[in-house]
């Protein structure tokens, strides 16, 4: 079971666009890097089954590709290559599948989708069905564990929880320490102006950059891309937040970028005439979520001695280069589940595939429930 680097494929990655054929060029990156370490831990363990994670963007392709690079990783995966001229081993085949999942279906409140290839060893009959079937009844059992995630307020902590009241007096002194006022971004770059232009544009915001509250003083780009005053028709910046999220010591100890893209979000509330709970996956709208609140979204809860000793921006790092522990844990079971068990009787497998499947629970709710999984 293994994540290997999504850097090369990663929409964040403003170079991935040159990375949609990295596979079959072998190029030296991160992605392709890492994958091939995968394989050499595969040629060299020989496992019965493997369990590999990466992001969609890696089944991306251009209209000139034939095969994106998960096509190319999954033609490796099934004819494992030998590790050198002198691995003399058998040879090493695979059945292999990939699952397109969100953590949405697995308890989680977090839109997160992530492709996870399950691969099974064709030869040998360990397994006591053929691959293909085995890979169907993975599909199957997956299908079975969906349940509604929670709302995302009973993953967080209160607000004057010790974490929260810590991490909020350390991004004050971060901010007092740059000497950064509490004021409008400093970051006058056209680049960055431009950049919200483009997501006002395309999420038709135009209409409501004249309601009063958001209208402001001083220059903003205009449609054409020259600097115009907010009021005669351009795009008010730096953008004026509504003050119940000025007010915020939260807010307030952002860095300017941040403070600007959740005044985005709130603007674009207004337009819909919603509240804005989450401008992402990192803050909801008072506040950033600290980093063991990011570790719960991701279905991973310790205990608090376990954690001591790391900051909160570490652990946010390790919960988003996490495999989501719920989805992980999900495909577990149904890769243990999918084999053909050695039972007296149909009525007994049944029993041991719903007592397996409901051995996981997600804030208290069992993915699975043998009274709603339907027949085979």
Known sequence: MSGFSCTSYSSLNNQSHLNLNAVQESKAVASVDTFKGCVGLIRYTRPRLFLLENVPRIDAVEEDQSSSNLDQCLAILRNVPRLSKEDTGPDLCYSVKPFLMNTLWYGLPQNRERVYVVGVKTSGDELGVHPDVYLERVQLYL???????????????????PAVLAELERLQKVRSNNGLSTGASSDKSQNWVKMH?????????????????????????????????????????PIKPPDSLA???????????MREVLSLAALDSQKKDADVAYADVYHSATRFNTGREMLKFQGLEYEEDTLEGFTETQLCNLAGNACSGTVMGATLLAMLAAYEMH?????????????????????????YSPENSGSD
Not at 247 to 257: C, E, K, V
Request: proline content about 6%.
């Open 143 to 161: 299908s079975k564990m969906y349940v509604n995630p929670p709302s995302p307020d009973e993953l967080l902590f209160d607000d004057d929880h």
């Open 197 to 237: 232009m483009n997501l006002a544009e395309k999420r038709s915001l135009q209409t409501v950059w004249h309601y009063a509250i958001f209208v402001t003083e001083g220059f903003a780009f205009d449609k054409s891309g020259s600097w115009g005053r907010g009021e005669s028709g351009g795009i008010p910046w």
């Open 247 to 257: 007010s915020s010591p939260w807010y307030q100890s952002m860095p300017g970028r």
């Open 343 to 367: 039972t007296a009787s149909d009525n007994e497998e049944t029993g041991c595939i719903d007592q397996m499947l409901t051995s996981m629970q997600v804030v208290g709710k069992t993915l």
